[in-house]
């Protein structure tokens, strides 16, 4: 079946280490690509998202990820964690041959950032 | 601008009951949708809706009924309420390009 796959299901971190979570796809013809963080207690709020152009797409509070096309993979980096990104992130792909209506997630990726 | 609203934030039913959880966007976007978030296994589809009178079924419907009779609104019904449909729910809206924003979620206990 097609589908998301988030490696990672927990990572916990020290501050200003670095952080990579990986995120695969499934789907074989075009896709939008997007990553999403739930803060505890809160809904999901956009990080950054990939549609066409250079694969390497920088978002809020630092994020970027690296969209490799070979390797259906969009994973999710940051330099430097703070304890304040304390929280899970989705990843979600949009394919083009649901006509981009349908969004589909990957089962997430909880981390905790201590201090 | 409200954004993405949802009533109620927190219900408890007994099974075998029956609710709506309501959803409105003020944000003019043509496409909604309901999803259900439980422990391990992200956000999954439920139904979704491309405009006024649209809906169409998303990855898990079996429980649940939607419609949209106005742009703005998307309630989700629960006729007939079991405990697997405990769970999170979120309402989400977006535009062309799917950059989907989120209600703040309702948070479902069927005993």
């Known amino acids: 079946a097609q589908s998301v796959s988030q490696h990672n299901h927990h990572v916990i971190l020290s501050e200003a280490a670095s952080l990579e979570l990986g995120c695969n796809y499934s789907y074989g013809g075009t896709v939008n690509l997007f990553w999403y963080v739930q803060y505890p207690g809160q809904h999901l709020q956009l990080l950054l998202k990939?549609?066409?152009?250079?694969?390497l797409v920088k978002g809020i509070k630092g994020f970027e990820a690296e969209f490799i096309k070979s390797k259906f993979s969009f994973n999710l980096r940051k330099p430097s964690v703070q304890w304040s990104d304390t929280a899970e992130y989705f990843c979600?792909?949009?394919?083009?041959?649901?006509?981009?209506?349908?969004?589909?997630f990957g089962t997430g990726t909880r981390l905790l950032v201590s201090p | 601008n409200a954004g993405v609203t949802q009533t109620p934030k927190f219900q408890v039913l007994k099974t075998g009951q029956s609710m709506t959880l309501q959803c409105a966007q003020d944000?003019?976007?043509?496409?909604m949708s309901w999803y259900r978030q439980d422990p391990g296994m992200g956000l999954r589809l439920i139904h979704y809706s491309v405009g006024a009178g649209i809906t169409d079924q998303g990855e898990v419907p079996n429980g649940y009924n939607v419609s949209r009779s106005t742009t703005e609104d998307f309630p989700l019904r629960l006729l007939s309420a079991a405990p697997s449909q405990t769970s999170v729910y979120f309402c989400?809206?977006?535009?062309?390009?799917?950059?989907?924003?989120f209600g703040p979620g309702t948070r479902l206990t069927v005993l």
């Open positions: 944000m003019n976007h043509e496409y």
């Open positions: 979600a792909v949009t394919p083009m041959d649901t006509g981009f209506q349908k969004l589909v």
């Open positions: 990939y549609f066409s152009g250079d694969p």
């Open positions: 989400a809206s977006w535009t062309d390009y799917n950059e989907q924003f």
